[in-house]
């Protein structure tokens, strides 16, 4: 979800200062902070709801094979990370994006699918790494 604010900031903020100068671009990056904010908070629901499911099933898998491999965790952050690009690219888009359905594609899933590899890799390092065999 920080990520996804993040990118919207980015995104809101090139616009912003290519068109404003002095107090207007403050009162415009102001807005550009609350709607980060306001995307961040959203993101971070939709990306609970869609991947706390499959949070799940990854860990109970993994108990059950009794594998603590990072590879199979980054497997499994990854293809999560691809699936919280569905929601997100439901989302409606600005009339003033340019850019076609593919290349939206071409951008969302690769970074949600990165938001869920890094997300897996950190489980791993954090849990599952020195966990000792049960």
């Known amino acids: 979800a920080g990520a996804f604010a993040t990118v919207v900031a980015l995104d809101f903020g090139v616009d912003v200062w290519a068109t404003h100068s002095g107090i207007e671009f403050l ?4 807005g550009v902070a609350l709607v980060s904010i306001l995307f961040g908070a959203y993101g971070w629901i939709i990306a609970f709801v869609t991947v706390w499911p499959l949070f799940l099933l990854t860990t109970s898998l993994a108990k059950a094979l009794e594998t603590r491999s990072l590879v199979y965790f980054m497997t499994c952050g990854t293809l999560t990370g691809a699936l919280l690009s569905v929601p ?3 989302l409606p888009h ?3 994006d340019q850019r076609s359905l593919f290349e939206i594609i071409m951008w969302v899933v690769p970074s949600c699918a990165l938001y869920g590899l890094s997300g897996a890799w950190l489980f791993w390092w954090k849990v599952v790494r020195h966990k000792p065999a049960e």
Do not use: F, K, V
């Not at 009162?27 to 102001?30: F, G, I, V």
């Open 27 to 30: 009162a415009e990056l102001a």
């Open 88 to 90: 997100i690219l439901s």
């Open 94 to 96: 600005e009339a003033s």
